[in-house]
């Protein structure tokens, strides 16, 4: 055994909890042990922020992102690994303050939501809170779905696993 | 319909955080088991079976009946078991996110430390 150390052991991480706060509201919360200027950069680089939105241990990959972060700014990413088969995500940034907020629509189609991450930074640490709202109760049920999309393999067991509980025999 | 709590949530998404549990889920989804049934179908003891079976019920994703000696599992309500599902959907995609995320947020630190060494 290596002994006591100051530092969290490296397979810790820090919880992310995600909640519907009302039908069109959903809110994701995580602290990070860093300061928000930092964090920030992750969110407005684009070469660093391909390297974590779209997790390889899902499956996903991006294939370009493109980001002018500034207020009216527009931000458009390709998902996926074929460029003929690429699932393009974009929309504009509405609110920017460097390294404490950051605020854009997503315009793919109507049922885009308009998301908010806060930056809350606290003793070195930093507190980030994600908004998404959705324009109708559906959207987001909907968009559920729609992420899956994005990620085929770990998500295919859970859509496996909603498919059955709904054909199941638990309907009144 | 759509309000939750902080702790249905929590609830729901550590008994679908299992593999086992999700698996025991899929099963009641096809057919009503018994504990005993689900045991030998997961090459587990009846104990630990039981702590499962517990762990989704206090979820609401599963109710049990006893008749007898025979403790029968059923699927509890489908649309708590959806919800649970969606937002499990949610939290994986997002933990693997940040998860991600840390890890450039470890490297840009060292860098800045480093920079402040020069």
């Given amino acids: 055994m290596t002994g006591n150390r100051d530092r969290e052991p490296i397979a810790m991480t820090n919880p992310t909890t995600v909640e519907r ?6 809110v994701i919360t995580r602290s990070f042990d860093a300061p928000a200027r930092i964090v920030f950069a992750a969110w407005t680089t684009p070469e660093l922020f391909m390297r974590w939105w779209a997790p390889k241990s899902l499956g996903m990959s991006i294939l370009s992102c493109e980001m002018d972060v500034r ?13 003929a088969n690429a699932m393009p995500f974009f929309g ?14 997503n315009e793919e189609s109507a049922e ?36 899956a999309d994005a990620m085929p393999e770990q998500f295919g067991q859970l859509d496996e696993l909603l498919a059955t ?3 199941g025999g638990a309907l009144p | ?23 025991v889920l899929e099963q009641l989804g096809r057919a009503d088991a018994s504990i005993t049934d689900l045991a030998s ?9 039981k702590k499962h079976v517990g762990v989704l019920e206090q979820a609401g994703l599963v109710t049990t009946q006893k008749v007898g000696r025979v403790r029968t599992c059923k699927l509890g309500h489908r649309q708590l078991a959806e919800e649970a599902a969606w937002i499990a959907r949610y939290q994986q995609l997002w933990s693997a996110r940040f998860d991600a995320l840390d890890k450039i947020v470890e490297e840009l630190k060292r860098r800045e430390n480093f920079d402040d060494r020069e």
């Fill in chain 1, 21 to 26: 706060t009302s039908e069109r509201d959903l």
């Fill in chain 1, 71 to 83: 207020v009216g700014g527009s931000y458009r990413i390709a998902f996926g690994s074929d460029p």
């Fill in chain 1, 92 to 105: 504009t940034y509405i609110d920017v303050i460097p390294n404490a907020r950051l605020a854009w629509t």
């Fill in chain 1, 112 to 147: 885009g939501a308009v998301t908010t991450v806060t930056f809350a930074e606290k003793d070195g640490k930093t507190l980030l809170t994600l908004h998404e709202r959705y324009p109708s109760k559906e959207a987001l049920d909907a968009n559920g779905t729609g992420a």
């Fill in chain 1, 165 to 167: 509980l709904g054909t």
């Fill in chain 2, 1 to 23: 319909m759509v309000q939750h709590t902080h702790t249905r949530f929590d609830t729901s998404f550590a008994a679908l955080s299992d593999a086992t549990r999700r698996g």
């Fill in chain 2, 41 to 49: 179908k997961f090459h587990m003891t009846l104990t630990g079976m």
